[in-house]
């Protein structure tokens, strides 16, 4: 049972548009959110985070929104870069269990310029 | 500080040979994780310490599998003997506790022939 799901494998936007990718979980008692960017031949780096206590975070581009309720999460880019191309990893971790986090599939995203 | 350091980046053997990959965390961190990635399972998680003691070892497809960790700044992960289908790229990292984001090592992509 996959309980972080990603369910595009890739996405594709222009340069300056946004971009939006979703993650879906399943376990209720995850409460702490992350997303991850990953290059080829690199290991993830982390991007942004949100806690359950919160439905939004803002870090410059990138924000983070949380619906508890739909058990679903989006990473908007705003607006989108070619560097922005990349694989996005989303990940969910539970109190109780701090720092062993469930990772998505991951959703490739492709910026064109 | 440079991060968390994997070595090998790359490592070529035959199936039945024993191999170490080697992971040196970022100074000061608490938790080490080894990971996998796959094209079929995506990425996995095998096991992880915090404070050098083995806390979740779930994800360790099997017997053949055995990662330490004697120290702070030193974790190995071995696999004896290899079979081509441990062929992935097997990521660590770590986490400075009370945080939950994860640095990453760069990956060794391991091929079994």
């Known amino acids: 049972d996959q309980q972080v799901k990603q369910n595009s494998p890739s996405l594709s936007v222009q340069e300056g548009r946004i971009s939006i990718l979703n993650c879906d979980y399943t376990n209720s008692m995850f409460d702490y959110f992350l997303w991850y960017k990953k290059y080829p031949a690199e290991g993830p780096t982390f991007l942004i985070s949100?806690?359950?206590?919160?439905d939004k975070n803002e870090d410059g581009r990138f924000t983070v929104f949380l619906n508890k309720s739909a058990k679903h999460l989006s990473l908007h880019i705003v607006p989108s870069q070619p560097g922005d191309s990349a694989v996005y990893f989303c990940?969910?971790?539970?109190?109780?269990?701090?720092?062993?986090?469930?990772f998505g599939d991951g959703t490739t995203l492709t910026v064109k310029p | 500080d440079a991060g968390v350091i994997q070595s090998p980046r790359h490592e070529v053997t035959e199936m039945g040979q024993e191999v170490t990959l080697r992971c040196k965390p970022i100074?000061?961190?608490?938790?080490l994780f080894w990971y996998r990635q796959t094209m079929m399972r995506g990425l996995e998680l095998l096991i992880y310490?915090?404070?050098?003691?083995?806390?979740?070892d779930s994800g360790m497809p099997e017997d053949r599998f055995s990662a330490k960790m004697p120290n702070a700044s030193f974790s190995t992960l071995k696999i004896q003997p290899s079979e081509p289908r441990d062929s992935a790229v097997y990521f660590c990292?770590?986490?400075?506790?009370?945080?939950?984001?994860?640095?990453f090592g760069p990956g060794t992509r391991l091929t079994v022939l």
């Open positions: 100074s000061g961190h608490n938790s």
């Open positions: 990292a770590s986490r400075l506790a009370s945080y939950n984001e994860q640095f």
């Open positions: 990940a969910a971790s539970t109190r109780t269990n701090a720092g062993k986090s469930t």
């Open positions: 949100i806690s359950s206590i919160k």
């Open positions: 310490f915090n404070n050098n003691v083995p806390i979740d």
